[in-house]
């Protein structure tokens, strides 16, 4: 399975931005079966955990999220969205998607939000 990410770019304070996270490698089925998460690392701190689904499409968001980001899939498409509205400069950070499969980790390639004052 791979993750690709996209959808990151600048934005102004109180802007909003949607993140696509595709999944190649699996049917739709087989996608349908995992949880994905995102994850971001802002300059000079460590990876937090933004958002995850489940299988059931049961939704957690780190707080400082919690209603402005809204995590989403389409396994039809293969594909999770991270839909950020009234973005804030701390925000601004490389996005990553993430899923477990069999306890082997698969992380797609950052994309970048910047979030300007």
């Known amino acids: 399975v791979q993750l690709q990410a996209s959808g990151g770019g600048l934005v102004q304070v109180g802007g909003s931005l949607r993140l696509s996270c595709a999944a190649s490698g699996a049917s739709a089925d087989t996608f349908s079966t995992y949880s994905v998460a995102w994850y971001r690392r802002a300059p000079g701190k460590q990876r937090d955990l933004v958002a995850r689904i489940t299988s059931r499409d049961t939704t957690s968001y780190k707080d400082s999220v919690k209603g402005r980001f809204t995590i989403s899939r389409d396994n039809a498409k293969t594909t999770v969205y991270l839909q950020m509205d009234n973005l804030e400069p701390e925000d601004t950070a490389l996005y990553f998607c993430?899923?477990?499969?069999?306890?082997?980790?698969?992380w797609g390639q950052g994309t970048l939000v910047t979030v300007s004052s």
């Open positions: 993430h899923t477990e499969i069999r306890f082997v980790d698969y």
